[in-house]
C-alpha cells in the first residue's frame, strides 16, 4: 500500500484511496487511508502491518498481472518475486485491463483450480509455462504478443543498456555528454523531454530505470516525476488499448481519438501510455543497497534516512519505473520526460491530485545522467 499505491517514490497521492472510501464506505466502517496517510508519512508500523508476505505461501500459485494498471502492477510482480523458489507457481502477465481478463481467461484459470481443488491430474496444467508475458505494441493493438512462453521473471536475458541525457535533448547510447551543463525548467510545471530513434525491431520487456544527477534553485526538496512515452517521428504519442470494444468501427475511432489527444474525461482509461516513475528526492537518498537492483531502487522510507537538499548541492538519485513489455519498430521514437508533476495525470475527473512538493527551479545536469531500457530480441 505505502510504495505502489499511496507514496509511490514517497509523494503522497491520496487519489484512489480517497475515491474507494467515498465510493465504498457504509456505516463509517471502512478504514479511510487516504486521511490516515496525511498523519503517516513514512513508511512506520501502521503501513509495515499492510505488507503482504507472500513468501508464507504454501500452496500452488496462478498469479496474474497486467502491465497497463498503475496501481496493481510493481506490487503484483513484486509479490511473485518473494513466492518460495521451489513453490509450484505460474505468472502470466495480459495486454488488456483486469476486468475483461476475468471472462476471457476462465478455462484457463478453471483448469488451474481442477488440478489443485479436485486433484485432476490428468488435465496437464503442470505442462503450463512457468511465465506468459505479453508485449505491447502501442498504436497498434493487433501487433501485440500474448502468452509469451518463459521461464522466469524478471528475464535472465535481458540486457540493459544505457541511454545517456544529452545537451541536444537526445538519448545517446554510446558516450555519456562530457558538458557540464544543464538543463532546467520550473519546479511546479515544466519539464524536459529526450528521445531515441529506433533503428531496427526492438522490444523492451522489464524495468525502465532513471539515474539523474540532479539541483533544486529555491527549495531544499524536489518531487521528480519521469515517463517513457512512445511516438511516431512527427511527435504523436502512442497508446495500447487497454479495454477493446468487438465492434471494429468503435475500436477504429477510439484509435484515432487517442492519436489525435482528444479522448475526454475518463476515457483516458481505456488507453495506457506508457511506463512511468516518482521520486522525492530527500527519500531517494535512503536507499536499501541490499534489495536494490542495477534496474530497480528500492527505498527504506524512514524519516531518520530522509536527506534534504542543501544550496547548490548536486545529488544523484535513482528513480524506478513501474515494469512494462514494450515492441518497437524502426523508426519508432521513445520519449523519455522528466517534470515537475505527473506527465499523464491519471484520468479519472475529480480525482484528489499527488501532494507535490516542488518550489522553484529543478535542473538536470547532463554528465551523469541516463536511462537504463531493458531491452530483448524482437
Excluded at 481442477?114 to 509455462?129: F, G, H, I, K, S
Excluded at 545536469?365 to 531500457?373: T, W
Amino acid at each position: 500500500m505505502y510504495r505502489d499505491v499511496q507514496f509511490m517514490g514517497g509523494i503522497h497521492d491520496p487519489g484512489i484511496a480517497a475515491q474507494i472510501t467515498s465510493a465504498f464506505a457504509g456505516q463509517g466502517r471502512l478504514e479511510d487511508m487516504a486521511a490516515t496517510g496525511g498523519t503517516n508519512r513514512w513508511l512506520n508500523e501502521y503501513w509495515v502491518g499492510k505488507i503482504a508476505r507472500p513468501e508464507m505461501i504454501s500452496c500452488p500459485v496462478c498469479c496474474v498481472a497486467s502491465w497497463t494498471r498503475a496501481t496493481h502492477t510493481t506490487g503484483t510482480l513484486r509479490a511473485y518475486g518473494r513466492l518460495h523458489p521451489t513453490l509450484a507457481k505460474w505468472l502470466r502477465i495480459r495486454n488488456t485491463q483486469e476486468w475483461p481478463d476475468l471472462y476471457s481467461y476462465q478455462p484457463d484459470l478453471m483448469r488451474f483450480f481442477d488440478r489443485y481443488l479436485r486433484d485432476q491430474r490428468d488435465n496437464r496444467w503442470e505442462a503450463t509455462p512457468p511465465v506468459r508475458l505479453s508485449a505491447l505494441e502501442y498504436g497498434n493493438p493487433e501487433g501485440d504478443i500474448v502468452n509469451r512462453a518463459e521461464l522466469e521473471w524478471p528475464l535472465k536475458r535481458t540486457e540493459y543498456r544505457r541511454y545517456h541525457l544529452h545537451s541536444s535533448g537526445k538519448l545517446v547510447s554510446d558516450t555519456p555528454d562530457d558538458a557540464d551543463s544543464t538543463v532546467s525548467y520550473n519546479a511546479a510545471s515544466g519539464c524536459t523531454a529526450f528521445t531515441y530513434s529506433f533503428t531496427e525491431d526492438m522490444g523492451t520487456t522489464g524495468y525502465f530505470m532513471a539515474h539523474l544527477d540532479v539541483s533544486c534553485q529555491g527549495h531544499e526538496d524536489m518531487d521528480i516525476f519521469v515517463q517513457i512515452e512512445k511516438t511516431d517521428s512527427h511527435g504523436w504519442r502512442k497508446g495500447s488499448m487497454e479495454l477493446r470494444p468487438e465492434n471494429t468501427k468503435v475500436k477504429a475511432l477510439l484509435l484515432r481519438m487517442a492519436d489525435w489527444n482528444t479522448l475526454p474525461g475518463a476515457m483516458g482509461l481505456l488507453f495506457h501510455w506508457g511506463p512511468d516513475g516518482w521520486l522525492r528526492v530527500s527519500h531517494g537518498a535512503d536507499k536499501d543497497e541490499e534489495l536494490s537492483t542495477e534496474y530497480q531502487p528500492y527505498f527504506k522510507h524512514r524519516e531518520e534516512g530522509m536527506k534534504k537538499l542543501r544550496e547548490g548541492e548536486v545529488r544523484s538519485v535513482d528513480t524506478g519505473l513501474r515494469p512494462c513489455g514494450m515492441l518497437w519498430k524502426a523508426g519508432d521514437v521513445l520519449r523519455f520526460t522528466v517534470s515537475g508533476k505527473p506527465v499523464i495525470p491519471f484520468p479519472i475527473p475529480g480525482l484528489r491530485p499527488a501532494e507535490i512538493d516542488n518550489q522553484g527551479t529543478h535542473s538536470t545536469h547532463f554528465r551523469g545522467s541516463y536511462l537504463v531500457a531493458p531491452h530483448l530480441p524482437y
